[in-house]
């Protein structure tokens, strides 16, 4: 039995934390949620997560929500150095700013434009929707990847995030974003979770509804 736990439905953000554990490569078990019967939103799963959302991650005693912050876990937890940079690297800063970028700028952004929010941008934390996309596109015109040549845990969230959001039309196909997203999803882990996560669709028999 492993000792991490991922709670997770394939069509969730779950589904992009699976690509976070294959990355890092230790064992891990799937807990299927079954959002139909809205077993997210039991007493028992709001002890872990009283937002009642997925993913939530179980590490032993350590329970986790918050994509970003479950991913940042893992690397320093268990792939300190290859996947997330050492605490006294010049890269760490940068580093962890791109970890929670997803979460806190292009997400909230990307939906802004989409529902037509009237926000100051001085005043909403995620500023304006063109100035977040140009800071990604700023990044990815220096290397490979957003660090540079080396892959770290914020290509995963970055590299999970613009990729569902370019299938889903949230953000324009920038093409530095679509060969970018391209080079992520070739990756033999990322690859594995996608595998995967189609496998649960299929023997569940999951339509978008559930
Ligand atoms: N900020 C959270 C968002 C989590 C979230 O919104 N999860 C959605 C699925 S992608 C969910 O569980 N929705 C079910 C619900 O809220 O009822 C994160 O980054 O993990």
Redesign the pocket.
């Known amino acids: 039995m492993s000792q991490i736990k991922l709670y997770h439905h394939p069509f ?2 779950a589904a992009g934390t699976v690509g976070v554990l294959e990355e890092v490569g230790e064992p891990y078990e799937l807990v299927f949620v079954d ?1 139909r019967k809205g077993e ?2 039991t007493d028992t799963f709001r002890k872990l997560n009283p ?5 939530v991650l179980t590490d032993g005693g350590a329970v986790l ?4 912050a479950i991913a940042m876990y893992l690397a320093d937890r268990y792939a300190m150095g290859r996947l997330a940079p050492p605490i006294e690297s010049p890269l760490r800063g940068p580093y962890l700013r791109w970890c929670v970028f997803p ?1 806190v700028v292009i997400e909230p952004a990307a939906i802004a434009k989409m529902k037509g929010w009237d926000v100051n941008a001085s005043q909403a934390g995620w500023g304006a929707y063109d100035t977040a996309l140009d800071a990604v596109s700023g990044a990815l015109e220096k290397g490979t990847w957003l660090l540079g040549d080396t892959f770290m845990m914020a290509d995963v969230l970055v590299g999970g995030t613009l990729g569902y959001m370019l299938r889903f039309n949230m953000i324009e196909p920038r093409p530095e974003f679509v060969a970018y997203v391209d080079r992520f999803r070739a990756r033999p882990a990322i690859q594995t979770a996608e595998a995967k996560n189609a496998a649960i669709v299929k023997e569940r028999g999951l339509d978008r509804q559930g």
């Open positions: 969730t953000r959002l997210h939103k937002m009642g959302k997925l993913p929500s918050e994509t970003s979460s």
